[in-house]
Structure formats: structure tokens, C-alpha cells
């Protein structure tokens, strides 16, 4: 029996090492792009493999589950085909003991890519932020994250629902003073331009309206003064701090766990001068953010459930019918991920558990069929 489960484990790891190689390498295309950009702007190539190294573990966090899926339909579909599955049932073992090393090594990556995705991809993606606003290549606009308030541009809080280029759509932008909120303005939509010579950014909003209120009294929301109109033409913003290769703060994708944990306790504190109900809508997006990490985490063991049948009904050799299932599985998971984030807006439909449904239906289904196939 050990010599079998050292046989399956070997298998397993080979095949899963491979697939990692090729889909990390596949999503590091595009870090590939961002070094050749760095590297014809006359950027050292120290600072390029910094930048490079440091997008590693965010990729990891998405392409280890992906590999775990592939080499788990790959493995069993082979097993399958070859006869062997049914070789060690005639030899008296069942289809959970055939799978024991499988599950239990997959247990093991969920484990590992809690710690990646708690601790090592927030870590490494601050630091690349921070490796490119130290170098001046950040982009003003990249700092615009959407569904999130953006702290990075001093003395404003900006949050843009979606972003496409420089149109942006459901616009917040809040100027904060000693004593608070200077003033809000919110708009439909807006257009954001950067005049890197002056160092400023240009805003054109639509169908705009603004409150500011009292200077001597901000917290009286009485004595608020109301605008509005269709086109308005913002204040240029001063991007010095920016260009001039300062700090930036934090995003919810640099947070570990234990600082998202206590954003989520204390908004307020995490984003001053925003309103109650942003502050609810910035609360979600947070929750969302944390149970997409464990659920990402999480599925390494949830695919392994169903990958083990569903590798063994394909019963063929081609490596092209397990990429195949692994492609339409993941896309099944990811979809819910972008349903999710779609309703952050919309805390009643609690999108913070939307992102489980594709787990806990890979698990149960797989446990199903596996007790079926048993």
C-alpha cells in the first residue's frame, strides 16, 4: 500500500508541478509586457526582476488552484484509460483509498495558499507598488481602483464604480480638510485626464452633484449647501505627492488578513470623511475581498473532490479533454467571483456568500459522485 500511494503521489506531483509551470507562465505574460515597458524607459534590470519577482505570488494565488484542477483530471483520466483504476480495485482497495494521497496533498495546497493569499501575495504586491511609484513609472490613473475609495492622491478620497481607460462611471470624489469634508461631489460618469507637465489631474464630470458643507460646522448635514449639473469641470488636482515618487497607502489587495479584519471592524477609521452608506458599501467590498482569498484558497480541496470522477468518466488519454473540463470549471468558479463584485453595491443580496456557492458545489457534487463511483 505505500509503495502505491508513493507511486499515485509521485504522479500526481509531477503532473501538478507541470501544469503550474505552464499556466504561471502563461499569466506572467503580462509581467513580461510591464518589464519590457520598464526596460525601453531606461529602467535598471535589478529593479525589472524586483518588479517581476514580486507579481509571483499574487499569480500563484490563482494559478495553484488551476493546476491542482488540470492535474488531477489529467492523472485520473490517464489511471482511467490505462486500466490501472481498476487494477487496484481488483486488488481490494476502493476509489478512497485509490485517492487518499490525492486529497490529503491538496489539502496541504489549500493550507499553502492560505498562507500565500494571507500573508506573502499582499506583502509582495505592496511592495511592487511601491518599487513603481519609487521609480515614477506609476501611472496616475492606475491608482483609480474599481469599487474602491482611493486614498493615494493627498487630501482626496476618489472612488469609481467601473473604469475604462480614462471614463470612469459612479464617481465619489470627497476633498478632506483638518476638520473634514470639505466638500463631496458624486456624478454618473466622468472623464479623468493626467497632465503630467503641470503635474495635475483633470476631471470632467456629468450629471454631477455636489454638497459642501459648513466650514465652521461639518457635522451640521443642515447647513450643507446643494449644486448640481450636467457638465461640470472639477478643480484641477494636484499630483505632486504622486509624481515626486511619495508613499502609497494600502488597497484591499495589499491587506493581510489580520488588516482587512480590522478594516472591516472599523471602516471609519480606515477611510475617514466617507459617509454612512459608502461606508456599508466599502464594508463589503471588503468582506467580499477576504472570503474570495479562503475561497480561492479553499478550492484546491474542492476540485480535487470533483476532478477525481469527473477525470475518470473522460476515460481518454488527450491531454486536451482535461484542459478542457479544467477550463470550463474554472470559468464556472470565476463567474461567481465577478457576480459577487457585481453586487458589492447591494449588501441585501449578500455577495460575500455568492463566492461560495461554486466550492460547496464542487465538493458536493464530487463527494457524490465519488460515493456513486466507490
Known amino acids: 500500500m505505500r509503495v502505491l500511494d508513493r507511486y499515485l503521489l509521485r504522479t500526481f506531483l509531477v503532473t ?13 505574460l503580462g509581467a513580461v509586457v510591464k518589464a519590457i515597458d520598464l526596460l525601453a524607459r531606461g529602467v535598471s534590470g535589478w529593479f525589472i526582476l524586483k518588479v517581476f519577482f ?38 481490494g482497495l476502493s476509489l478512497w483509498q485509490i485517492s487518499a494521497p490525492v486529497i490529503l496533498s491538496s489539502v496541504v ?26 521609480l ?33 462611471t459612479d464617481v465619489h470624489i470627497y476633498e478632506l480638510g483638518e ?3 470639505k466638500h463631496s461631489i458624486r456624478a454618473k460618469s466622468g ?22 458643507p459648513d466650514p465652521n460646522n461639518p457635522s451640521n448635514l443642515t447647513q450643507m449647501k446643494n449644486a448640481s449639473g450636467q457638465v461640470f469641470e472639477y478643480p ?3 499630483l505632486n505627492a504622486i509624481m515626486q515618487r511619495g508613499t502609497v497607502n494600502k488597497k484591499g489587495a495589499d491587506m493581510t488578513y489580520g488588516e482587512v479584519l480590522e478594516a472591516i471592524r472599523d471602516v471609519r477609521r480606515a477611510y475617514p470623511g466617507v459617509k454612512q452608506e459608502d461606508l456599508d458599501v466599502m464594508r463589503m467590498k471588503l468582506v ?59 449588501p441585501q443580496f449578500r455577495p460575500d456568500l455568492i463566492i461560495w456557492i461554486p466550492v460547496l458545489a464542487c465538493e458536493f457534487i464530487g463527494y457524490l459522485l465519488l460515493k456513486r463511483m466507490a
Open 16 to 28: 501538478f508541478v507541470l501544469t503550474l509551470s505552464v499556466f504561471t507562465f502563461v499569466m506572467c
Open 54 to 91: 514580486y507579481n509571483i505570488p499574487f499569480l500563484l494565488s490563482f494559478s495553484i488552484p488551476m493546476s491542482v484542477l488540470t492535474a488531477v483530471l489529467l492523472m485520473f483520466g490517464r489511471l482511467s484509460s490505462d486500466n490501472e483504476i481498476n487494477a487496484m480495485k481488483a486488488s
Open 109 to 134: 495546497l489549500s493550507l499553502f495558499c492560505l498562507v500565500i493569499n494571507g500573508s506573502i501575495a499582499p506583502a509582495s504586491h505592496w511592495a511592487q507598488r511601491r518599487v513603481l511609484v519609487e
Open 136 to 168: 515614477g513609472v506609476t501611472d496616475p490613473l492606475s491608482l483609480l481602483e474599481e469599487g474602491r475609495f482611493t486614498r493615494d492622491i493627498p487630501g482626496y478620497l476618489i472612488y469609481v464604480g467601473k473604469k475604462e481607460r480614462s471614463q470612469a
Open 179 to 181: 476638520k473634514g469634508v
Open 191 to 212: 472623464r479623468f485626464v493626467v497632465d503630467k507637465e503641470n503635474r495635475k489631474m483633470l476631471v470632467t464630470l456629468f450629471d454631477a452633484r455636489g454638497e459642501e
Open 236 to 238: 484641477p488636482i494636484d
Open 288 to 346: 467580499v475581498d477576504a472570503n474570495q482569498r479562503l475561497a480561492l484558497a479553499l478550492s484546491c480541496f474542492a476540485f480535487t473532490l470533483l476532478a477525481i470522477p469527473l477525470g475518470m468518466k473522460s476515460h481518454r488519454k488527450e491531454t486536451s479533454i482535461g484542459f478542457a473540463l479544467s477550463i470550463l470549471l474554472v470559468f464556472f468558479f470565476y463567474f461567481f467571483i465577478i457576480i459577487a463584485d457585481s453586487l458589492v453595491r447591494q
